[in-house]
Every structure is written in structure tokens, then in C-alpha cells.
């Protein structure tokens, strides 16, 4: 059996549990999204990813479970799939390796992703949330580490107005091979969201997460974006991102379309 299914069983069951919900809802969403960089090498990946998720939500609870589908050209030194991609995968080695870029394509790991919300004001304009993420090794070697990693969070925020500022900080633990050899990582980030109507908000966020491998580099972000409520229960949402060490991809952008049932 899969090393994946039971926890994929376990977060279908408690969702189900709480289907009767008067306040639950679905949503879907799919997006595309780009980037490019050479996370500290001298060749370019380039990668495409066609993410799908599914996420349902009941009073506390929010649980969203996605895989994204890849279209990657490089050298295959990187990692690109997985709860937040572009690690670098490769390891010194006495043997050759091959530096010749080829296209892959494939579905990437699936990610399953559960939060709580711990506490809220009696405004509803302030609260924590912890959660867990699971990202399993489902994906091809080519894309991934082949292994589960397992990841707990804490997330706060306070809004000022139109202005939302937020934190989130993390904790990942990463699975290791021989021929992939990572670390754990702290990861978290900084964000700030401006109101701009009702149905359409603006924001910034920056991403920081160690370095997690003795090869790879620590991830540094910074993300623009914007999102709109373009009719009833469908949600736009646009970003371009910047990266700002070999641990990120040099650009990004993206945008997604999410439709509630």
C-alpha cells in the first residue's frame, strides 16, 4: 500500500465528519502558474505547473488537498515539486553527472493541508490558526524526493482598517535518501493585505525558509498579488514573485481561478 493513502483516508474521514455543517462550504480551483531560475547553478530550470485543489471548510476546520500537474525543462538538479518547490537536489558525487537539459512532464506530489482556527476576536478581525501539511512522495524521482515530509504551523493576523498584516512561522521535516540527502527546515513569512473593496483585495508577502540541504540554499520571496471576486462564489487571483536568493527561482507568476459549491 501506498505510504500516502491512510493519512489521505484520515483527512477524507474527518471532512466527512463534518459535511452537515449549515456554514460548511466546497471549493475547487485550478491555476497556472511559471517560474524560472538556477537556484545557484549555471543552468535554468524553467517550470510549469498546472495546479488542481479542493478545499472544504466548516466553522474552525479547513481541510485542502492538491497535486499539481508539471511541465519541467532543466537539467534535473532540482526539485520542483512538493509543498513549495525549487530545492536543489543534486549532490557532489564521484561519478558523472549529465548536465543536458530535457522537458518531463507529470503530475508532482500531492499535498494534503489541515488547519484550525485556535483563536478569534469577538470582531472576527484578529486570530491564530495552526496547521499541518502533509506532501507525499507520489511524484516522479524527476520531480521529487520520492519521500513523504511532514510540516506543523502557526499563523496570526490583525486587521488595522482596510489592512490586514499577518506572520506565519513553520516547521518542516523533510524526507531524505541517499541520493537526495535533505534537512529539516524552519520556514515562515511576512505579509501584508490591503482591502481595496468588497469583493477585491491587493496584497504582499515575503517567504523565507533554511537551507535544507548541504547544496541547496536558504529560499528567499517576495510576492505581489492581487484577487477579485468575479461572480457568484468565483474568485480571481493573479501574482508575480521575486526572487531573492539561488534558493528561489529568479521570477514567477501565476493566476488561479477558485469557484465555491
Known amino acids: 500500500m501506498k505510504n500516502w493513502i491512510l493519512p ?15 456554514d460548511s462550504y466546497l471549493a475547487m480551483s485550478v491555476g497556472l502558474e511559471r517560474s524560472s531560475g538556477k537556484y545557484g547553478g549555471t543552468s535554468t530550470t524553467d517550470t510549469t505547473s498546472i495546479p488542481v485543489s479542493l478545499r472544504y471548510a466548516t466553522d474552525d476546520w479547513s481541510v485542502k488537498l492538491s497535486v499539481p500537474y ?6 534535473g538538479s532540482v526539485l520542483v515539486s512538493g509543498s513549495r518547490g525549487g530545492r536543489r537536489g543534486s549532490v557532489t558525487t ?57 510540516a506543523v504551523q502557526a499563523s496570526t493576523w490583525a486587521a488595522f482598517g482596510d489592512f490586514t498584516p499577518s506572520l506565519m512561522l513553520g516547521y518542516e521535516k523533510l524526507g531524505s535518501t541517499a541520493t537526495v540527502p535533505l534537512d529539516n527546515a524552519a520556514y515562515g ?4 493585505d ?15 525558509a533554511q537551507q535544507a540541504s548541504a547544496t541547496g540554499y536558504a529560499q528567499k520571496e517576495l510576492s505581489l498579488y492581487a484577487a477579485t471576486q468575479v461572480g457568484d462564489d468565483i474568485t480571481l487571483r493573479a501574482f508575480v514573485m521575486k526572487g531573492l536568493s539561488d534558493g528561489s ?3 514567477g507568476y501565476g493566476v488561479s481561478l477558485s469557484s465555491g459549491f
Not at 484520515?10 to 449549515?22: H, N, P, Q
Not at 508539471?70 to 537539467?75: A, K, M, N, S, Y
Not at 482591502?195 to 515575503?206: M, Q, R
Open 249 to 251: 527561482p529568479d521570477t
Open 189 to 192: 513569512s511576512a505579509g501584508l
Open 70 to 75: 508539471l511541465f519541467v525543462t532543466g537539467d
Open 8 to 22: 489521505a483516508a484520515i483527512l477524507l474521514a474527518m471532512s466527512g465528519s463534518v459535511w452537515a455543517e449549515d
Open 94 to 150: 564521484t561519478t558523472t553527472t549529465t548536465t543536458t537539459r530535457t522537458t518531463s512532464r507529470g503530475l508532482g506530489d500531492v499535498v494534503a493541508f489541515a488547519s484550525y482556527g485556535l483563536l478569534r476576536s469577538e470582531e472576527g478581525d484578529a486570530g491564530l490558526d495552526v496547521a499541518a501539511r502533509i506532501k507525499f512522495g507520489t511524484a516522479s524521482l524527476k520531480f521529487g524526493s520520492g519521500e513523504n515530509d511532514y
Open 194 to 208: 490591503y482591502l481595496l473593496s468588497d469583493e477585491s483585495n491587493i496584497g504582499t508577502e515575503y517567504w523565507y
